[in-house]
């Protein structure tokens, strides 16, 4: 330990001798320092070093593969970190099966892999690439389809430096991934619609009366025709954040107090899912409010009047009255009973 002037310890100082640990301990220490806990890949430090080590004739051509995963965030933020977890470590798995015996695989940051490839060819790199994106489309997280936004690059004879051939690798993945993020944005907000939609008839006719009722209310108070449209497919999606509420929730007749406040969580979740597509992000901030109300006692904020804005307030009378003239499982049509 060192020590200050005045007797405080500011550090310490190591002193090692030649190392005494046996093979596996040091296997341990390797898998420590180099390994990525979550995935059983090897990490960005191993991938950098190995690199360095790699980039020589005898490893040439010398290729590099990045690949990012499209639907981490929207995991994460939807359906929580476990599932995203799951995600990355099926990813993982996946780049391992479909990948050369002599690839390289790293988790080279949140979202990203990186693939070390010595000894490669354009047609092996091209084939690796396509195989990794295909098997990708079909492996699938519940309604998360594995999305991989891949680029890479090869050093050929040391015509350019290693820096050089991972900034070329990297930048071709994020044009991939701007060309296809949006297009799986949309497909996942479909599969979402779909899902409740195609397993529960009463919620397919829920959202369409709201989207009726909407509609109507927008027309009575004199909004412009873009405005009406808005209000309508913000009513019809009002409920699409319960897509990560258990299928037993609605199946029972009587709701508990958990039961209550899982469902009390879609309009965070439903606001999660369409901010993040351009198509509907400017309808995010109406299904987040549709359940606060006037007096201040609702929910996620418990906003009140003014606060509120108009098309979420629209939307919250039609959902009630919707609900309150409907047959549910959990209850029987009633004009005055309480809705959640």
């Excluded at 198509?279 to 003014?306: M, T």
Aim: net charge positive.
């Amino acid at each position: 330990m060192i020590q200050n002037n005045s007797g405080q310890n500011y550090g310490w100082l190591l002193s090692f001798e030649k190392s005494s640990l046996k093979n596996s301990e040091k296997e341990k220490l390797n898998k420590y320092i180099y390994g990525d806990y979550l995935t059983g890949l090897y990490n960005r430090r191993y991938m950098e070093e190995k690199l360095i080590e790699l980039d020589n004739e005898k490893n040439f051509p010398l290729g590099i593969v990045f690949a990012d995963v499209n639907a981490l965030k929207i995991t994460n933020d939807v359906f929580g970190h476990e599932k995203g977890d799951e995600l990355l470590h099926k990813t993982a798995l996946l780049i391992k099966e479909v990948g050369f015996p002599k690839n390289i695989n790293c988790r080279s940051g949140g979202d990203e892999f990186a693939i070390i490839v010595p000894k490669t060819t354009e047609n092996e790199m091209k084939q690796f690439v396509k195989s990794l994106v295909a098997r990708g489309n079909m492996e699938k997280i519940g309604l998360i389809k594995i999305s991989l936004a891949v680029g890479y690059a090869i050093n050929k004879n040391n015509e350019k430096s290693i820096k050089d051939i991972k900034i070329q690798a990297d930048s071709l993945m994020y044009k991939n991934k701007i060309k296809i993020g949006k297009e799986w944005r949309i497909n996942f907000i479909n599969r979402v619609i779909e899902y409740p939609h195609n397993n529960y008839d009463y919620e397919k006719k829920h959202a369409e009366g709201v989207k009726k009722y909407c509609k109507l209310m927008a027309k009575a108070l004199n909004f412009f025709e873009k405005d009406v449209k808005e209000v309508s497919e913000a009513g019809f999606l009002h409920d699409i954040g319960k897509i990560k509420i258990a299928k037993e929730v609605f199946m029972q007749k009587m709701l508990t107090k958990k039961d209550l406040e899982e469902i009390e969580t879609h309009p965070e979740v439903g606001y999660q899912i369409l901010k993040g597509v351009t198509k509907y992000a400017s309808l995010a901030e109406y299904v987040l409010y549709h359940h606060e109300r006037w007096d201040g006692k609702g929910y996620p904020y418990g906003l009140s009047k003014e606060e509120i804005p108009l098309p979420a307030r629209i939307i919250a009378i039609a959902d009630a009255f919707e609900a309150m003239t409907s047959k549910r499982v959990y209850k029987e049509k009633n004009l005055f009973r309480k809705q959640f």
